[in-house]
Structures are given as C-alpha cells and as structure tokens.
C-alpha cells in the first residue's frame, strides 16, 4: 500500500482514517505522545502526516498498526489492546500487503 485509505470497512462498520495537523493536535487527542491512535467509540484512526521528520514508512506501518487495533476490536478479540500482539500483527499484515503477488 502506497497510500492511507480515507475509510475502510470491517464487519459493519466502516471506520474512518484522519490525519492530524501535528504532534500538539494527536497529544490532545491521546494524552500521549503518539504516531497513532485508533478510538473505537469514533470507529476512527488518527494518524501524525509525513512531515520533514516523519517518513511515510513510519505512517504507513504506523497506519496498519492501528488497523490491527481496529480488526481485533471488531472480532471482539481480547487483546485488541495488547501493544505486543497488535505492533506484531500490523508488521505482519503490512508485509503480506507489500509483498503478495498474483
């Protein structure tokens, strides 16, 4: 994937992807510094946008770690906010993304 997707569906629910303005912006959404953050009571991600010291490779990986969040909420998966296993999934479904073939 070469670009961030506008909205996307899981399930029924279609989420919504917005890029933030900068990093003061996402602290006031998360309380913490972050590339990312996925709100499910939104059903939307919000995502820092390349600047001169955030690549795209960041965002991209970062987009996909958040989806991974958004997947296992919507199964009603237990560690939907498990960082290890979610940042392992991202990684891994992003790497399927890029590299399939057919």
């Known amino acids: 994937m070469k670009r961030i997707p506008k909205s ?5 629910h279609t989420f ?3 890029l933030v303005e900068d990093e003061e912006e996402m602290m006031e ?3 913490v510094p972050a590339y ?3 709100i499910p009571d939104r059903l939307t991600i ?3 946008p390349v600047s001169k010291t955030l690549k ?9 770690h958040e989806w991974s969040h958004a997947l296992l909420w919507t199964l009603g ?6 960082e290890k296993v979610v940042d392992q999934m991202g990684h891994l479904v ?4 890029d590299t399939a073939t057919f």
Request: charged content about 15%; hydrophobic content about 40%; glycine content about 12%.
């Open 8 to 12: 996307f569906q899981l399930g029924g």
């Open 16 to 18: 919504q992807v917005k």
């Open 29 to 31: 959404i998360t309380g």
């Open 36 to 38: 990312g953050v996925f």
């Open 46 to 48: 919000y995502l820092l």
């Open 56 to 64: 795209k490779s960041v965002v991209i990986q970062t987009f996909w």
């Open 77 to 82: 998966h237990k560690d939907w906010t498990n």
């Open 94 to 97: 992003k790497q399927f993304n």
